[in-house]
């Protein structure tokens, strides 16, 4: 293969697709699994996603008033929680590409009386429809991995963020011990994808957010991206032994 050829591609989980029809064939993924995604969340990861986001919350330090962007926010689950914080006089912008996950996060939201605060908007991450210094605080999780051009996604993060504005990205890590990561890969490489066709009928889709966690990058190599992007003070927290890492910043 020619090295004009190899550099049009991307990867799609273990697969080499063409960079123009990622975008496309993860925005499929979540159209099958969005009804099925938040009990999925819960049974894979036996509810700890929850307290990852806890915690996540808990760096955010946003409080009333601010503007927040929960970028790929599918169902909705920080919006609640950054909702809570920023109260009626600021607002929270659900950033997401896929319609479906956007209707049932929206629904969700609505059911729990969460009305006035927030909005939702259909875009890609790596060009967002906002002015340059627009936000408090960005908030991506479990989302830069699904992103074609994460250089692109950290770059459009960075414009749209106010000077001293904080991102936080939660996603998976590589596991800082050797025998985890043995079991790990016994648990998401036999047991979810069959989770997977069990409940949601789509063992594949489920195989391929086990494989886009391996093909992502680890701890520091994302810490680097996101200096180079131009972000300052990036640290990373490894939670349940480097399973999920949240990393933060400024922009300054
Ligand atoms: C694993 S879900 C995470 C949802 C939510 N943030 C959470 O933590 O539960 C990933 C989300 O990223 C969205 N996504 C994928 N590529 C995107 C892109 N280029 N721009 C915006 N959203 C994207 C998907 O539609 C999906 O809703």
Redesign the pocket.
Known sequence: MNNKHKKNLTHFGFQEVPKNKK?LL??K??HDI?SK??LM?DLMSFGI?RMW?RCMIHHSTVYTGQKVL?????????SIKFSRLVGNSGIVVL????D???DIGQKKLRNLGILNNVIYVQ????ALPFPDNTFDCVA????LR???NKEQ?LFSIHRVLKSKGKVLI?DFGVPIFKILNTIYDLYSFHVLPKIGELIAQNANSYRY?VESIRMHPDQETLKNMMMQTGFNNVKYFNMTCGIAVLHCAHKY
């Open positions: 975008t993860v925005s993924i979540f969005a995604y938040d969340n996603h986001k929960d970028l790929a926010g599918g169902t909705g689950d920080l950033v997401d590409i896929n479906s996950m956007i875009a890609d991450a790596e991506v999780s479990f989302g699904n992103f074609t996604a939660l957010l």
